[in-house]
């Protein structure tokens, strides 16, 4: 038999695993779909992309840290007002 308790305990974990489902989709497909990428990450070691607006670069930051590390190369964020380099993990 279960308790009320128990089963809030798992509609608690389900919506939770939802909730991060929901926003982080759209978030990395959105890092992918709105920059222009420069570049070929396998054969140069380098991968830059272009954004529309400074406000995407700033927003999209933690995704290009994210892609430096996983793809082990130099990644470049560019806006109209800058740019913001990560570097892969040594």
């Not at 926003?23 to 959105?30: A, D, L, R």
């Not at 406000?55 to 430096?68: D, K, S, V």
């Amino acid at each position: 038999m279960t308790t009320d308790k128990e089963k809030s305990r798992q509609n608690w974990a389900v919506y939770s695993v939802l909730a991060i489902l929901v926003t982080v989709g759209p978030y990395v497909s959105g890092y992918f779909l709105l920059s222009d990428s420069h570049g070929s990450p396998l054969s140069s070691g380098i991968c830059v992309r272009d954004f529309d607006y400074d406000f995407l670069r700033q927003a999209f930051g933690p995704m290009g840290w994210i892609e430096a590390k996983v793809r082990g190369t130099l990644v470049t964020l560019w806006s109209v007002n800058g740019h913001d380099v990560y570097y892969p993990s040594q």
